[in-house]
Nanobody, 125 residues
Framework: QVQLVESGGGLVQAGGSLRLSCAAS????????MGWFRQAPGKDREFVAF????????FYADSVKGRFTISRDNAKNTVYLQMNSLQPEDTAVYYC??????????????????WGQGTQVTVSS
């Protein structure tokens, strides 16, 4: 069992930056691949970024590529999402998620086993 707690959300002006953190409980954090997703009002939850258990592989949604960076510190049981050049369309609740499986697409919510409660990010124009 893994418990995930996101933090770092808030209100920021367009062009600004935020860094989200996701702290995980448990001693097996380093064996989980991690993802960030987001959900805007009235929309489905969508993939944002993925990082493998070692941090050696990362993938991003086209909409955030070049602006967001996912990273992890296994010694601190934490995964991060650095978000730069934020735009109003980035406004959403951001969720981190953990997956135990080694196969299957990182893109779909169904491929993740544990979820945090989410943190709100609001970007004003």
């Amino acid at each position: 069992q893994v418990q995930l707690v996101e933090s770092g959300g808030g209100l920021v002006q367009a062009g600004g930056s935020l860094r989200l953190s996701c702290a995980a409980s448990g001693r097996t954090f380093s064996s989980y691949a991690m993802g960030w997703f987001r959900q805007a009002p009235g929309k489905d939850r969508e993939f944002v970024a993925f990082i493998s258990w070692s941090g050696g592989r990362t993938f991003y949604a086209d909409s955030v590529k070049g602006r967001f960076t996912i990273s992890r510190d296994n010694a601190k049981n934490t995964v991060y999402l650095q978000m730069n050049s934020l735009q109003p369309e980035d406004t959403a609740v951001y969720y981190c998620a953990a997956r135990t499986r080694a196969v299957g697409s990182y893109y779909y919510t169904s491929q993740y086993d544990y979820w945090g409660q989410g943190t709100q990010v609001t970007v004003s124009s």
